[in-house]
């Protein structure tokens, strides 16, 4: 069983930066598609960023492009986003997902593990 460990949230001002991380414990965790995703009170979790278990795939939404970057270290079983240029419309609660499979995976019905999210507050 795969489970996932966020942190790194917390407030900061527009403009400004935060990076995610969500450390994964398992066996074969190279195998799996790992994702950023958010979620606010008045919306339903959606994808932000995802990375294939190799590392060299990775797809975003078009709201972070240019701005969030995705990655992963197998060695210790652990994924980032580095979020940039913060606005206000990025806060939410952020969570980590993993699924099986070799390729990024999008689909919020798709995953079944997730983390229990950070929460990621930015000021105006």
């Known amino acids: 069983q795969v489970q996932l460990v966020e942190s790194g949230g917390g407030l900061v001002q527009a403009g400004g930066s935060l990076k995610l991380s969500c450390a994964a414990s398992g066996r074969m965790l190279n195998f799996y598609s790992l994702g950023w995703f958010r979620q606010t009170p008045a919306k339903e979790r959606e994808f932000v960023a995802g990375?294939?278990?190799?590392?060299?795939?990775?797809y975003y939404t078009d709201s972070v492009k240019g701005r969030f970057a995705i990655s992963r270290d197998n060695t210790k079983n652990t994924v980032y986003v580095q979020m940039n240029s913060l606005t206000p419309e990025d806060t939410a609660v952020y969570y980590c997902?993993?699924?099986?499979?070799?390729?990024?995976?999008?689909?919020?019905?798709?995953?079944?593990?997730w983390g229990k999210g950070t929460q990621v507050t930015v000021s105006s």
């Open positions: 990375i294939s278990g190799s590392g060299d795939v990775t």
């Open positions: 997902g993993a699924q099986f499979g070799p390729t990024v995976i999008r689909e919020v019905s798709e995953f079944k593990t």
